[in-house]
């Protein structure tokens, strides 16, 4: 059964922190490359990191240098530090890239608000 469960959102204060983590279940994602995607109201979702096979890791510019994904047998991590106003999203995971299978589900996400 493929399934994901994304956890560790909150409201945090602008320059604050959060470490997003998010628990998988299926082959396909223990050998492939993952990814954290988030989704602000009225927008698309887009992808944030990938961290590929071999530990590789990519950013979004607008993350890069304040945003660190990992990962650890079937968890996928995002420590997100330095969080300003527009962070604010639904923060998902799946595989990098996606899709990889017809109908490939997401998670229900974690909600992430950046306000003072």
């Known amino acids: 059964q493929v399934q994901l469960v994304e956890s560790g959102g909150g409201l945090v204060q602008p320059g604050g922190s959060l470490r997003l983590s998010c628990a998988t279940s299926?082959?396909?994602?223990?050998?492939?490359?993952m990814g954290w995607y988030r989704q602000a109201p009225g927008n698309q979702r887009e992808l944030v990191a990938v961290i590929r096979s071999g530990g590789i890791t990519n950013y979004a510019d607008s993350v890069k240098g304040r945003f660190t994904i990992s990962r650890d047998k079937n968890m996928v991590y995002l420590q997100m530090n330095s969080l300003k106003p527009e962070d604010t999203a639904v923060y998902y995971c799946?595989?990098?890239?996606?899709?990889?299978?017809?109908?490939?589900?997401w998670g229900q996400g974690t909600q992430v608000t950046v306000s003072s």
């Open positions: 799946n595989t990098y890239p996606y899709p990889l299978l017809a109908n490939q589900p």
């Open positions: 299926g082959s396909i994602f223990s050998i492939n490359g």
